[in-house]
């Protein structure tokens, strides 16, 4: 029995991930939009009054010669620059920023994906972030159809078809779950940044608080950075099985699903590679930016939707027996053969 070799068309496309991240998307800009409507006003009320109070205290080191005339010039002039950005136009220049920085971390990774997965049939309708899962959405199609074709072959009598299946599934599922949640969390890092633009726009007129808006906009780079090296990790992976020739359709499925097949295993080995590789993209983004961005929040929500799945899988029949496999393979990488055999 070969390998399925049909892909999605343009015209039966379909992607179950861009919703979810273009409503996102879509609810982050509109929460943005009306929170910053409501900060404008009491910030600009509260610089006001560090103002009044900076030209007291600047005054009294004048006197005292504590402080030079060239510094208080200094000073005075990120204070016109802060005002300048909290005026009435601030709001549309932090939406703007929201914006760009979403369009240039969708823009840049879908990029990099598409070059990876040259097969990639995604319409051009579709752009942005939604491109981005969509993409990598088509790549991830591939190597289910190949774990699918595998499960097709087992039966009663030959139970380790079912377990080479679900050791081929497992680590993608999750490497698809992983970046669905660096997706998300990068969309939610940009969003707190942008909620609190308004007050990093009033620290950056005071010497005590301009750093917290050079923090800030390492921030959004870190997140640019991670989203675009996980992209750049998917693609690798992605990149290496499509050049295996574990794809091809008039292999036998019989002699592909073995451990002892060095095809069947490097792609088994790329699967978890992925994950660890999207994992690291955190900890580059910190080296380089000098931020302290964590992987916490995209474990949780791996997790959490990994649980989920399993659950939901184990209520179908046809999948109930192997749906625990497949939850303690997630949760125990390192016991995946042993945990896997038990069950099957």
């Given at each position: ?7 999605p068309?343009?015209?039966?496309f379909?992607c179950f991930t861009?919703?979810?991240v ?6 982050s800009?509109?929460f943005?939009?009306?929170l910053?409507e409501?900060?404008l006003?009491?910030?600009?009320t509260l610089?006001?009054?560090?103002c ?7 005054g009294?080191k004048?006197?005292?010669?504590m402080?030079d005339p060239a ?18 136009q601030?709001?549309?220049i932090?939406?703007?920023v929201?914006d760009?920085?979403i369009?240039?971390m969708?823009?840049?990774s879908s990029?990099v994906?598409e070059?990876a997965?040259?097969?990639?049939q995604v319409p ?11 993409v ?8 289910t159809?190949?774990?699918f ?5 087992g039966?009663l ?15 993608y599922f999750i ?8 997706t998300?969390?990068?969309?939610f ?12 726009l009033?620290?950056?007129g005071f ?7 050079v ?19 998917l693609?690798l992976i ?5 050049s295996l020739?574990?794809?091809?359709p ?16 490097i792609?088994?080995?790329?699967g ?5 590789f999207m ?7 910190n080296?380089?930016t000098g931020?302290?961005l964590?992987?916490t929040?995209?474990?949780i929500?791996?997790?959490?939707l990994?649980?989920s799945?399993?659950?939901?899988a184990?209520r ?6 192997y ?8 949760a125990?990488p390192k ?5 896997a055999a038990?069950?099957?």
């Amino acid at each position: 029995m070969g390998i399925p070799s049909s892909t999605p068309t343009i015209d039966d496309f379909q992607c179950f991930t861009c919703d979810l991240v273009t409503t996102y998307h879509a609810q982050s800009g509109e929460f943005i939009e009306k929170l910053s409507e409501t900060m404008l006003g009491p910030m600009w009320t509260l610089f006001i009054s560090i103002c009044g109070v900076w030209v007291v205290v600047q005054g009294i080191k004048l006197a005292t010669n504590m402080i030079d005339p060239a510094a208080i010039l200094k000073d005075f002039f990120f204070i016109i620059i802060a005002a300048s950005m909290l005026s009435a136009q601030s709001q549309s220049i932090i939406l703007a920023v929201f914006d760009t920085t979403i369009t240039i971390m969708g823009s840049a990774s879908s990029v990099v994906l598409e070059e990876a997965i040259q097969s990639s049939q995604v319409p051009e309708t579709i752009q942005g972030l939604a491109r981005l899962s969509a993409v990598a959405e088509n790549g991830m199609s591939k190597v289910t159809a190949i774990a699918f074709a595998i499960a097709d072959t087992g039966s009663l009598t030959n139970p380790l078809k079912y377990l080479y299946a679900i050791l081929l599934l497992v680590p993608y599922f999750i490497l698809m779950i992983l970046y669905l949640s660096q997706t998300v969390i990068a969309i939610f890092r940009v969003t707190i940044v942008a909620a609190f633009s308004p007050f990093l726009l009033l620290t950056f007129g005071f010497g005590w608080g301009r750093q917290m808006t050079v923090a800030g906009l390492k921030t959004l780079l870190a997140s640019i950075i991670v989203l675009f090296s996980s992209s750049l990790a998917l693609g690798l992976i992605m990149y290496g099985v499509s050049s295996l020739d574990i794809l091809n359709p008039n292999n036998d499925v019989d002699e592909l699903a073995s451990l002892a097949n060095p095809t069947f295993f490097i792609a088994l080995a790329l699967g978890w590679m992925g994950s660890a590789f999207m994992t690291e993209a955190v900890g580059m983004a910190n080296s380089i930016t000098g931020s302290a961005l964590s992987n916490t929040s995209a474990g949780i929500l791996t997790a959490g939707l990994v649980g989920s799945a399993a659950a939901v899988a184990s209520r179908v029949p046809a999948y109930g027996k192997y749906a625990g496999t497949a939850a303690a393979m997630a949760a125990d990488p390192k016991g995946t053969a042993a945990t896997a055999a038990a069950k099957a």
